[in-house]
């Protein structure tokens, strides 16, 4: 049987005399004052203009933010000072459990925009900072240009060597499965195939990591753009 909830949406106002805000969480003001709030990971994918160069701050307010939730103290209005407003009540009629009926909410108002930034971190962002430190560093020592079966097809042009580099992480079978499958058993020597780990852990007693050594592929840590500019020099170098 379907039941009148309300509901209230919790925002973040980074500067107090703006009206720039970002969505940290939604609390049921009716039941059992069910919440859901933001985690400190999820709060690391989200994007905001407003919060443009102040992200620490961001994250240091997410963690405030769970911890009044963690205690009950989500309610008392007198914890959030004025960077935290409540929005309007609102009202939805639902037959779900409290449970599920806050984790839909909070999809709708946050949980898209984590969704969609994890997936474009994991491809695009990395993709696009590699693309401009070559523009920008290594264009007299790196030729690139797109792969079928890579994400990378990268040349030494001192040494004409090529690399061909997949970005994934080595925690995942099929990202694992995919670079074994791409990759010839023999090393020819001006072709050298990476695997672009973003998490930079290695299991050596996994049979698959092995298969991956055994074709010559190594993982690199690549995150931010000092470990991208590390691996262009071992390609800029051509470095085995």
């Keep these: 049987m379907r039941q009148i909830h309300t509901y209230q ?7 107090v005399l703006s009206d ?13 004052g069910t919440h859901r709030i933001v985690t400190e990971e999820e709060a690391k994918h989200i994007y905001c203009s407003a919060l443009i160069g102040e992200k620490k701050k961001f ?3 997410v963690e405030y933010l769970n ?8 309610l008392e209005g007198e914890h959030y000072f004025h960077n935290f407003r409540f929005a309007n009540e609102q009202k939805i009629a ?10 839909e909410i909070f999809d709708d108002y946050i949980g898209f925009k984590i969704h969609s930034e994890k997936k474009q971190e994991q491809k695009e962002i990395i993709f696009n900072r590699s693309i401009r430190l070559i523009e920008n560093e290594f264009k007299s020592y790196v030729r690139f240009q797109k792969s079928e079966q890579f ?9 004409h060597i090529k690399h061909y580099s997949n970005l994934g992480r080595i925690s995942r079978k099929d990202d694992v499965k995919h670079m074994a499958f791409v990759t010839p058993s023999n090393k020819l020597n001006h072709e050298r195939y990476d695997f672009l780990d973003m998490t930079g852990s290695i299991d050596l007693k996994s049979h698959n990591i092995q298969k991956l050594q055994q074709n010559y592929v190594e993982a690199y840590p690549y995150n931010t753009e000092e470990e991208i500019g590390k691996y262009l020099e071992l390609v800029a170098g051509a470095a085995a």
């Design 9 to 15: 949406v919790i925002r973040y106002f980074p500067h």
């Design 20 to 32: 720039e805000f970002v969505n940290v969480g939604v609390v049921l003001t009716s039941g059992k």
């Design 59 to 61: 994250l240091g307010v």
């Design 67 to 74: 911890e009044l939730a963690s205690d009950s103290r989500l």
């Design 94 to 103: 639902s037959d779900k459990k409290e449970g599920e009926l806050i984790d």
């Design 151 to 159: 994400d990378f097809e990268l040349e030494s042009i001192k040494k």
